[in-house]
């Protein structure tokens, strides 16, 4: 008798362990599948909540689309209610990567993701558009546009705005600004010419005072001319090191969504 009833609370201490399994698991298949289908035809804003009107979806739309026939980068933008029990990154990260968001050989997608009820905004960037678009600057769209369009109930300016700095950005248009400190002033330029005239001046004026102090002077006017040459010389390698940052964006490859992006709320 005793023994039956150990081998009675055995198996229902094993049906009560694996409902509970049961529980977790269905619960958790619920919320992976809390994210929403594939839109069939395909576009780029997809806006679940209608906050947008035709218009408004319409023309961003229209330049998300000529932007990827023309480049192939693919800008999404996904408007929900709210995430449900997922973190809104990971959210975001699982309709990119369910959508395909992006060209596969190039991992040029990014998605922004936009919860209207919990006021939370995610970017997710493809490993390919990292470079372009580091966790920084995307930090940077959400804070300076994003967030101050949507408090004022801005919505479609902020996004249309937004999605226009990042098509800057991803298209190369703000490569150049690191190197902005190392740029040459035209006066700089000047001044050396300038410098260079007096040198060769005072050389030739010397030149004709005699033959002596010809090749003492000609060898300390040497001198003068090696900072110069140092100097064109450290411009060409301040050039290659441009070129080398430009050639590093883009080469990203062989994955699909990483890391990449920022968050923030309004």
């Known amino acids: 008798m005793q023994l039956q009833n150990k081998m009675y609370l055995n198996i229902k201490s094993l049906v009560i362990l694996l409902a509970t399994c049961l529980y977790f698991i269905i619960g958790n298949i619920a919320i992976a599948q809390?994210?929403?289908?594939?839109?069939?035809?395909?576009?780029?804003?997809?806006?679940?909540?209608?906050?947008?009107?035709?218009?408004?979806?319409?023309?961003?739309?229209?330049?998300?689309?000529?932007?990827?026939?023309?480049?192939?980068?693919?800008?999404?933008?996904?408007?929900?209610?709210?995430?449900?029990?997922?973190?809104?990154?990971?959210?975001?990260?699982?309709?990119?990567?369910?959508?395909?968001?992006?060209?596969?050989?190039?991992?040029?997608?990014?998605?922004?993701?936009?919860?209207?009820?919990?006021?939370?905004?995610?970017?997710?960037?493809?490993?390919?558009?990292e470079g372009a678009l580091p966790d920084a600057i995307c930090k940077r769209i959400i804070n300076t546009i994003i967030k101050p369009y949507f408090q004022a109930g801005q919505y479609y300016e902020g996004l249309d705005l937004a999605t226009t700095e990042i098509i800057k950005r991803a298209s190369g248009e703000f490569e150049a600004e690191p190197s902005t400190d190392h740029a040459i002033d035209p006066f700089f330029v000047f001044l050396i010419i300038l410098i260079v005239l007096f040198i060769l001046l005072k050389i030739l004026a010397r030149k004709n005072n005699g033959g002596g102090g010809n090749g003492r002077a000609f060898r300390g006017n040497s001198g003068w001319g090696g900072p110069i040459i140092f100097g064109s010389g450290g411009s060409s390698s301040w050039g290659s090191g441009g070129g080398f940052d430009s050639g590093g964006f883009g080469g990203f490859g062989g994955g699909d969504f990483g890391g990449g992006g920022a968050g923030g709320d309004y």
């Open 34 to 129: 809390n994210t929403p289908p594939k839109p069939n035809p395909p576009v780029l804003v997809n806006d679940f909540v209608n906050i947008l009107s035709t218009t408004e979806k319409a023309t961003i739309e229209n330049k998300l689309k000529a932007y990827s026939d023309s480049t192939s980068t693919q800008i999404a933008i996904v408007i929900v209610k709210n995430t449900g029990e997922s973190d809104p990154y990971d959210f975001a990260i699982k309709i990119a990567k369910e959508w395909g968001v992006g060209q596969k050989e190039k991992n040029n997608g990014l998605l922004l993701l936009w919860a209207t009820e919990t006021r939370k905004i995610r970017i997710v960037t493809g490993r390919g558009l």
